[in-house]
């Protein structure tokens, strides 16, 4: 495939949305950032936010100036990326809270936070035949630092991805995964539950997913979850490890999207990646 790093010409539609999304994973910390424009509504939903088992350090600002520059910065963070491989840098303001503080609508203490971390091409890109969209399994090397502690990160497992189009995160609801199981090949499944129809896709090593039977267990966070992705037959047991949710509000409904570091456990072994839930109120 080639890659479309740049940024595409708007639709006229309310919710033409562009993204790039970048996670990482390691046993006892990850992270991801997530680069929203909604041009026609002259915002920017911007997402940092490095998580481990004790809490989050997050900048959740979806009222963000919409970029101007080709380094596409926000909070003083450049994201730039060529031909398969991005990095991410800079120093920003965050907080600090826990996982519920958050789905509870709580604020937390303020913190420094300086990132400098490249995504290099670890894998097959993956192109979506429904819908514009592509999906990079990399690995992720470099510094995270937060109040003058230094996290040193080489070589570890993650996924981003780029998106534009139409983009109504009430329209759908949706749980999307990818990981690096235990044997080193990649895992990504996409399944998403509109009024009308469903559509789920991916891959499990070189094979596209055609479906996925999918459970969770859900309270004010993601305790479990299970994919049983089809046709490979791959069964996996999903143990989040430390949770990243977001509140999403659109027309007078506020609802948590849930992002958890995982561990993603089949019979080989266990693996590290991300999952996530988008539960919205289905509108429509």
Known sequence: MTYEEHRHEPGDEHWWNESW???WATEDAGGYVRVGLVPNQDTC????????????????????????????????ITHVGTDGTWRIRGTTTAEELTAEDVVHGKAGREVQVSIDLTWS????????????????????????TVDGVTREIVDVPGQRDHSWGVRDWKSSRW????????????????????????FTTGYDRDVTVTDVDRTQEIDDLPRTGRLKVLPTGTDVTVTPIAHGPTLITDGGDTWPFHRCLARFT????????WIEWNEAPISG
């Not at 998580?51 to 350090?57: E, F």
């Not at 990079?136 to 510094?143: A, D, E, M, W």
Request: with cysteine; charged share 20%.
């Open 175 to 198: 749980c999307w995964s990818a990981a690096r199981l235990a044997d080193g090949t990649r895992l990504h499944v996409t399944d998403v539950v509109f009024p009308e129809f469903r």
């Open 45 to 76: 939903w911007y997402l940092l936010c490095l998580v481990t088992p004790d809490g989050v350090v997050r900048v959740d600002d979806k009222a963000a100036p919409i970029p101007t520059d080709g380094a596409l910065t926000v909070h003083g």
């Open 266 to 273: 089949t019979v080989a072994g266990d693996g590290l990646g």
């Open 21 to 23: 999304y970048f996670d």
């Open 121 to 144: 091409t670890h894998g097959t890109p993956f192109e979506y035949d429904i819908t514009t969209r592509y999906e990079v399994p990399c690995l992720i090397s470099g510094t995270v």
